[in-house]
């Protein structure tokens, strides 16, 4: 079974609004979080690291201020698209690793953003 | 920072046949090298990831080497079927880091029947 899990799965949202997404860790703690932006027929571009009880590390060119996340337990981060646009439409995914030392990184299912 | 090419993006075989796909990296500190598969608007799957003390890893009829020296692993499937028809990514990052991963471009895989 799943062992990442993201919600929603699905979010259309009007230019200017914001957006809210989570992923969750199950059964696991994950003190480090991954969030990747991948645009149709494209690879997965990593946007930010996500640590919990600190701040987020960004990849250059990711405005901070318009991806917003948080790492508020050991078990959930948030990725909240602030002013969304049509250009910030694509499949947001994150990934958790699991296990001590030597781990295993697993996906949450994504969530396809539409902004119109 | 890392940097991992891979190739072919596309890949066209038949049924039966067997598909390689071969990627690059650039940093030498990367020990860490997963292969997913990702159908369209699905997560990525792990299939298959190689640490780097060892050169060949087997599961089935999928297997991966590494090549540490030249800094380049590959992705192998023996026997394909259809249902292996999917994007696979390489990636490569460094565990103790944070498992970190830089991926690759992607290669379209068809098994035709």
């Known amino acids: 079974g799943a062992v990442v899990s993201q919600h929603p799965s699905w979010v259309i949202c009007k230019s200017g609004t914001s957006v809210k997404i989570e992923c969750r860790s199950l059964d696991f703690q994950a003190t480090t979080m991954f969030w990747y932006r991948q645009f149709p027929k494209q690879s997965l571009m990593l946007m930010a690291t996500?640590?919990?009880?600190?701040?987020?590390?960004?990849e250059q060119g990711v405005e901070k201020d318009k991806f917003l996340i948080n790492h508020a337990s050991l078990t959930l981060s948030t990725l909240t698209v602030t002013s969304a646009h049509p250009e910030d439409s694509s499949f947001y995914i994150c990934s958790a690793p699991r296990g001590q030392g030597v781990n295993t990184i697993y996906f949450g299912e994504g969530s396809w953003l539409t902004v119109v | 920072g890392e940097n991992v090419e891979q190739h072919p993006s596309t890949l066209s075989v038949q049924e039966g046949d067997s598909a390689v796909i071969k990627c690059t990296y650039s940093d030498s500190a990367s020990n860490y090298f997963p292969w997913y598969k990702q159908e369209l608007g699905k997560r990525p799957q792990l299939i298959i990831d190689i640490r780097s003390n060892v050169g060949e890893k087997k599961d089935q009829r999928i297997a991966v080497t590494l090549n540490k020296t030249a800094k380049h692993f590959s992705l192998h499937i023996t026997e394909t079927q259809p249902e292996d028809s999917a994007v696979y990514f390489c990636?490569?990052?460094?565990?103790?880091?944070?498992?970190?991963?830089?991926f690759g471009e992607g290669t379209q895989l068809t098994v035709n029947p």
């Open positions: 996500s640590n919990e009880g600190s701040k987020a590390t960004y």
């Open positions: 990636a490569a990052g460094q565990q103790t880091s944070g498992s970190r991963l830089t």
